[in-house]
């Protein structure tokens, strides 16, 4: 087999269509998307709640089956593989959730916490993994004090940290970040953003990040999609469609971001500082 162009996409989603089945029939909460994600580089996926992207990140980490379309992931689609062909695969690709309460176990400590992926690959021993979780909390900004307390003992951005780290663990190629940043407050959503920019300059991975916060796009992202009612709206270099986008519903979106009454609490003002240029 011939190696793959470096220039080819890591992660492509080709005409992507999820359904739910409700009382009143089907449901179409994604329909007919598709884009690429390049190696090393940030792609944005924004729109309001409930236009199907948090639906399009858990179908691309196969928590949900499509109905139609394909994710191709390196090459190969996920979406034909059942769950045991996934299993060596998950290690590529790893989600950091939107609630840092929710999505940890609070009887869990740090170390249980970081290490459990590493566990389920069978990646060394019990010294060599506590080594690592060591590594990953540095990394990730907390001591070496934080791997032995329970996760209800954390604030909520100490939290993500660690939801970061544990999913840093499996050494991703590939990181979905679920709303990861709007649970938190202004000063530890602007650290996350920091730190996530960080590690991808030294590591080179790739992030798929669901929001809403335009601000937050213009602070990590190289390209953006937005999102309205399951379908594509716009799609392009995050400097270009946030400056000058070419859909309605785009520039609608912008203009409520510089609206100083819907910037409240998680909309720090120095990210939505470069949407007025």
């Known amino acids: 087999m011939s190696q793959r162009a470096a220039s080819d996409p890591f992660l492509s989603v ?28 940030t792609l944005a996926v924004v729109g309001e709640s409930g236009c199907g992207k948090s639906t399009v990140a858990k179908s691309i980490m196969r928590l949900l089956n499509p109905a139609a379309g394909q994710i191709l992931l390196d090459g190969t689609d996920l979406v034909t593989l059942n769950e045991r062909a996934l299993r060596p695969l998950r ?15 609070p009887r869990q ?44 003992e954390f604030s909520g951005g100490q939290r ?18 679920d709303e990861a940043t709007s649970a938190l407050d202004v000063s530890v959503q602007a650290q996350v953003i920091k730190l996530l920019a960080e590690i991808q300059a030294d590591t080179g991975i790739s ?13 990590i992202s190289d390209r953006v999609l937005v999102m309205r009612r399951g379908q594509v709206v716009e799609i392009g270099e ?33 990210l939505l500082a470069g949407l007025s240029n």
């Open 91 to 105: 290690r590529k690709f790893q989600m950091v959730f939107q609630d840092p309460y929710g999505s940890l176990d």
């Open 160 to 177: 993500q940290r660690i939801g970061i780290a544990r999913a840093l663990a499996s050494k991703p190629e590939l990181l979905v970040c």
């Open 238 to 270: 995050t400097q270009q469609v946030l400056s000058a986008p070419s859909q309605e519903y785009t520039r609608s979106l912008r203009r409520a971001a510089l609206d100083p009454s819907q910037m409240s609490g998680l909309k720090p003002r120095h």
């Open 14 to 41: 080709k005409n992507l269509t999820v359904e739910y089945s409700t009382r009143k029939g089907v449901f179409r909460a994604v329909d007919d998307v598709s884009f690429d994600l390049h190696r090393g580089t």
């Open 109 to 152: 400590s740090a170390e249980e916490i970081i290490t459990e992926p590493l566990k389920i690959q069978k990646a060394g021993n019990a010294a060599q993994r506590r080594a690592e979780a060591l590594r990953l909390l540095d990394r990730v900004g907390l001591p070496e004090s934080a791997l032995a307390r329970r996760a209800n």
């Open 207 to 219: 992030y798929l990040f669901i929001t809403h916060n335009l601000g937050v796009v213009q602070e």
